[in-house]
């Protein structure tokens, strides 16, 4: 019995549906004062773009990602179907996984380090996500339409043909980049949050990124912290309580 939806399809809208699902989990969560790594002020007084307009360049650059994917199986739509009926095992499933985590890390890392460093990109394209100076779920993929194109969307696309995974494959991994990407913008600090267990690049982790003490520092993402801390751009941090409530995560001392 053939699928009414292809994996194609899904690969290339899953991680869009997903996205707007899971940020707007977090929407809801906004109430959550004890939990916020800014106050509902500070999101309102220091972020220098409204949400209105977040949202309408989140769209443009989902819109270009899913142009980009749709060419990308349509090239790469022989190799595929060729392996459709064979099941990878878990183990190669993990391999491909890992692979295209550490890709995916590698190649934002010096991308977004270079977009800091140099000052014309800075300026006329990278500023606009550092326009969001309290970071928030929804406004995780709020980039100018170039970086969206060079960071994210080349950049998964290198990870899912680098790691030879199918577009099944691809559905679950851009699914769960996705989500990884969104939490880590989400402003809150959860118990419980499995991110916070499972990986050392997280919400407060890229918070102090989007601080201008932290400017140059904490340039990895969405995964591992491997490459600040391999050239010495990782700025440790401690989360401490705030007295009107919720957290805030400072640059450690020495």
């Not at 090239?75 to 692979?99: G, K, M, Y």
């Not at 990109?121 to 406004?139: D, E, K, N, T």
């Not at 060079?150 to 577009?167: C, H, K």
Request: hydrophobic share 45%; aromatic share 16%.
């Amino acid at each position: 019995m053939e699928n009414f939806v292809s994996d194609e399809f899904l690969g290339t809208f899953a991680p869009i549906l997903v996205y707007w699902v899971y940020s707007g989990m977090y929407v809801l969560f906004d109430s959550f004062e004890n939990y916020r790594l800014h106050s509902r002020k500070d999101e309102d007084t220091k972020n220098l773009v409204s949400k209105k307009t977040v949202v309408k360049g989140v769209l443009l650059q989902q819109a270009i990602q899913a142009f980009v994917a749709i060419l990308l199986f349509t090239v790469t739509s022989d190799d595929s179907e060729a392996s459709t009926n064979l099941q990878p095992s878990l183990i190669v499933l993990a391999r491909q996984f890992l692979i295209a985590m550490l890709i995916l890390d590698t190649w934002q890392y010096f991308m977004h380090r270079y977009m800091h460093h140099n000052k014309f990109l800075y300026r006329h394209i990278h500023s606009q996500h550092h326009r969001l100076v309290v970071p928030y779920a929804f406004g995780a993929l709020y980039n100018h339409p170039l970086e969206g194109l060079l960071l994210d969307t080349i950049g998964g696309a290198l990870s899912f043909l680098l790691s030879g995974m199918s577009p099944r494959a691809s559905i679950f991994f851009f699914s769960f980049a996705t989500i990884k990407t969104v939490d880590d913008h989400c402003g809150l600090w959860l118990p419980g949050n499995l991110f916070h267990v499972l990986f050392r690049n997280n919400s407060a982790y890229h918070d102090i990124h989007h601080q201008l003490y932290g400017n140059k520092y904490n340039f990895s993402q969405p995964f591992f912290v491997t490459w600040d801390k391999i050239l010495g751009t990782y700025m440790p941090y401690s989360l401490e309580k705030r007295i009107d409530g919720g957290f805030e995560a400072r640059p450690a001392k020495d």
